[in-house]
């Protein structure tokens, strides 16, 4: 379970003069992260609350078996209007699918769970049964690679389930999230070796501006939470600088990212607007301008958010 956070939800933003998408969130977790005395809101709330922010679109992202189940169930119900879905198995889930317990430079000890026992390939499988079988499954994601959680083997494992889902994503004519973690050589090296899907985003990007260039060449697009506004990350402004407007995304990863100054509490997909009203200031540009930016390339990326396809 993922860590305890000391406090509520931020504050609620100063609505978006234009609606943009949150192109990446987990609102299956969310409650998992909540403090005990915060009440734990239903999907429909949280995306009453962003609605109400200027945040009126999610991309809801399942990349754990558990996961990607919730997921598919909530795109076939009836919170499911203003919500499009990913589904992958998570690059730190595929080591442990494939059976490898080491410890890897973040010094833990893996965790594997009941659902662990199903095989990498069983695990690939049911990600390509739900992705075809879902209408509203507009992304393989999230995938890649994190060298921070694993140590040779595991690396192996992740570099096989990375691509099998890049090659899925182009099979099925789907966008492509990337999990990218200490791992920005490696994941590019795939990309290039296996030839990148039309839509490739970088979830969460956290590379620098030269990769931030690089990826814009290709045509891949950038998608930037909360780490964009702490202070400490010049060099994720510098990326966001480098790259065309019509290339960038904005996310929460809910419920883990918030921006500056509340990094430490729980996210939620509304919080994106504070995120994007950051980025129009990195950028010095209109805030509007941003929003009706972000959102046609949200749509670009995924499609309508208004049918079944």
Not at 90 to 112: I, K, T, W
Request: proline fraction near 9%; include cysteine.
């Amino acid at each position: 379970m993922a860590r305890k956070r000391e406090r509520g939800f931020p504050a609620d933003p100063q609505p978006l003069p234009l609606p943009v998408v949150d192109n990446h969130t987990h609102l299956d977790v969310i409650a998992a992260v909540l403090p005990q005395d915060v009440p734990v809101p239903t999907v429909a709330e949280h995306l009453a609350r962003a609605a109400a922010a200027g945040v009126d679109r999610v991309v809801q992202v399942g990349s754990d078996l558990p996961a990607i189940d919730w997921t598919d169930a909530l795109l076939r119900g009836a919170d499911a209007a203003r919500v499009l879905g990913a589904v992958a198995i998570h690059p730190n889930e595929a080591v442990l699918h494939a059976g490898v317990r080491e410890v890897g430079p973040d010094g833990l000890e893996p965790d594997p769970a009941a659902h662990h026992e199903v095989s990498l390939d069983n695990a690939l499988a049911r990600v390509a049964e739900v992705a075809r079988a879902n209408p509203r499954v507009r992304a393989i994601g999230e995938t890649g690679m994190d060298l921070f959680r694993t140590g040779p083997r595991g690396e192996i494992a992740q570099r096989e389930a990375f691509r099998a889902h890049v090659a899925l994503a182009k099979e099925l004519g789907l966008a492509l999230q990337i999990h990218d973690r200490d791992a920005h050589a490696q994941v590019i090296d795939v990309l290039l070796a296996d030839g990148a899907p039309e839509r490739t985003v970088f979830h969460c990007y956290s590379g620098d501006e030269e990769m931030a260039r690089l990826a814009a060449s290709h045509g891949w697009y950038l998608s930037f939470a909360g780490p964009v506004t702490y202070p400490k990350n010049e060099h994720l402004r510098a990326a966001l600088r480098a790259v065309p407007l019509g290339q960038v995304l904005v996310e929460t990863d809910a419920p883990f990212l918030p921006p500056h100054p509340y990094r430490g509490q729980p996210n939620a997909p509304y919080v994106a607007a504070h995120t994007v009203r950051a980025m129009a200031g990195v950028l010095g540009r209109p805030l509007d301008e941003v929003c009706s930016a972000v959102s046609a390339t949200s749509v670009q990326v995924y499609g309508s958010f208004d049918g079944p396809a």
